[in-house]
């Protein structure tokens, strides 16, 4: 989709990142999962069991991802991070209660192939 906006009476701006209509894509859980950045920038995923998070596809410069990271009724799942992910103070671990929530914040930054991120852990 693009989006086209007139300003001034003549210049525009275009946005041509978004090929999705917003909302929140349910990620499927597997021992290893892709997050595809040209289908959301908001994603759903809860954990089965130890997971492994690939470096997402198709992210653009300043590309912000959102992702609410849920415990099965089990829980104690690990996550292993992707090997672009750059966190503050190291990998975090994930909260272990069963049904626990964590929610990432991620940006990319293309000049150096990276993403910036954040955990807010045990969000209720």
Known sequence: ???VFLVN???YI???HLEYGGGT???TDAATVTPDCSVAQSFRWTLGGNRTMANPTAPWDGYAMNMRLIQDGTGSRTMTWPSKFR???GAP???TAAGA???LSAQYDAADDTWN???AKAMS
Do not use: H, P
């Open 1 to 3: 989709r693009e989006n």
């Open 9 to 11: 009476g003549g210049a």
């Open 14 to 16: 275009e946005r041509t």
């Open 25 to 27: 894509f349910l990620l």
């Open 87 to 89: 966190f503050a103070g």
């Open 93 to 95: 671990a994930l909260s």
């Open 101 to 103: 929530r964590d929610f």
């Open 117 to 119: 991120c954040a955990l």
